[in-house]
């Protein structure tokens, strides 16, 4: 069965902590993309990839950076939390750009305190 | 600003029942459209999908139907099942873009 996997479920972080945020997908998908979940506003992209070390800002990048040193791995980066990055964040991977549609992991909650 | 809507953040249906979810979209070069379905602290799960070349699609109990000139698209579940009380999200997206644009879901109660 096909998995993307993030590391954590849970994650309570400080104010002003480094955050990383791990996206492990074994589908051998070219695409991976973050995106955050709140609220009456939907989901949301922050960054996605099309191939390794390739990045592109999706519709929220501020306060966020991305890495893709390998292809089954993405990495989401908060480099000084702040309150209003408290959300739901979620991986996805795709075969191809559209017409494949997503696979997602099971999202990482994250409280920054 | 919002290219996929979904107007209605909630609904109750009883069991057995249909359940229509709606989605309205601003983008004519949309051309693909799925639906997802959330359940509480876990990812989305892939639904049902439709491309603008069909305006129905069907499988199981799960139809979407696809109006172009109003560019809306809507989700009948039939009959509704309590287990299929979950956050619903419509996507679309062009196929000469890169992403898939969500809108802001439709949280299903289906009463017993």
């Known amino acids: 069965d096909v998995k993307v996997t993030q590391s954590s479920r849970y994650l309570v972080k400080r104010t002003g902590e480094k955050v990383f945020l791990e996206c492990v997908q074994d589908m051998d998908h070219e695409n991976m993309f973050w995106y955050r979940q709140d609220p009456g506003l939907g989901l949301r992209l922050i960054y996605f990839s099309y191939d390794v070390k390739m990045k592109e800002k999706g519709d929220i990048p501020e306060g966020y950076s991305v890495s893709r040193e390998k292809k089954e791995r993405f990495s989401l980066i908060l480099e000084s939390a702040s309150t209003n990055q408290t959300s739901m964040y979620l991986c996805?991977?795709?075969?191809?750009?559209?017409?494949?549609?997503?696979?997602f992991g099971s999202g990482t909650r994250l409280t920054v305190v | 600003d919002q290219q996929v809507k979904q107007n209605s953040p909630s609904l109750s249906v009883q069991e057995g029942r249909i359940s229509i979810l709606n989605c309205d979209y601003t983008?004519?070069?949309?051309?693909?459209f799925l639906w997802y379905k959330k359940y509480p602290a876990e990812g989305p799960t892939f639904l049902i999908s439709?491309?603008?070349?069909?305006d129905k699609n069907e499988d199981g109990r799960f139809t979407v139907f696809l109006n172009k000139s109003a560019k809306h698209l809507s989700l009948h579940i039939v009959p509704s099942q309590p287990g299929d009380s979950a956050v619903y999200f419509c996507a679309a997206s062009a196929s000469t873009g890169n992403q898939f644009y969500f809108g802001t879901g439709t949280s299903l109660t289906v009463i017993p």
């Open positions: 983008n004519s070069m949309f051309d693909y």
């Open positions: 439709i491309s603008s070349i069909k």
């Open positions: 996805a991977s795709s075969l191809g750009m559209i017409h494949y549609g997503y696979t």
